[in-house]
């Protein structure tokens, strides 16, 4: 039991840096400050999503399901929980790169907007 709980512990933690990396550029505009850990999670988000990487937080949950007695899935975090969410059926590698690009470029406009000092 404390296995399963903890996997699905580094499950949310794994969606929540999803969604950090994808909108936390709103943070930042509220608060600058947090672009000190938005940065670097972008980076990271970019980086993985562009060439197809895994996040280290997939094997170590399936690693958790595997002591906890559990099968562990295949493939990795996005297309095991977010494909069948949000993404279209056929991801294909090119999809994952523009995904990639359109994080990229969100990021750098809220970014570039703070660096002009438009922010509320």
């Given at each position: 039991m404390t296995y399963r709980i903890l996997a699905d512990a580094v499950l949310v933690l794994h969606l929540a840096f999803i969604v950090f990396?994808?909108?936390?550029g709103f943070l930042v505009l509220r608060w600058p400050r947090v672009?000190?850990?938005?940065?670097?999670?972008?980076a990271w988000g970019v980086t993985v999503a562009s060439i197809?990487?895994?996040?280290p937080l997939t094997p170590l949950e399936k690693h958790l399901r595997v002591l906890a007695g559990e099968v562990p899935y295949r493939g990795d975090f996005i297309s095991h929980y977010i494909t069948t969410l949000i993404?279209?059926?056929?991801l294909t590698r090119e999809m994952?790169?523009?995904l990639a690009a359109f994080l990229l470029v969100c990021n750098v406009a809220v970014y570039v907007r703070i660096w002009r000092g438009q922010t509320p």
């Amino acid at each position: 039991m404390t296995y399963r709980i903890l996997a699905d512990a580094v499950l949310v933690l794994h969606l929540a840096f999803i969604v950090f990396a994808l909108l936390g550029g709103f943070l930042v505009l509220r608060w600058p400050r947090v672009a000190w850990a938005h940065l670097p999670a972008v980076a990271w988000g970019v980086t993985v999503a562009s060439i197809g990487g895994v996040c280290p937080l997939t094997p170590l949950e399936k690693h958790l399901r595997v002591l906890a007695g559990e099968v562990p899935y295949r493939g990795d975090f996005i297309s095991h929980y977010i494909t069948t969410l949000i993404y279209p059926a056929g991801l294909t590698r090119e999809m994952q790169a523009a995904l990639a690009a359109f994080l990229l470029v969100c990021n750098v406009a809220v970014y570039v907007r703070i660096w002009r000092g438009q922010t509320p």
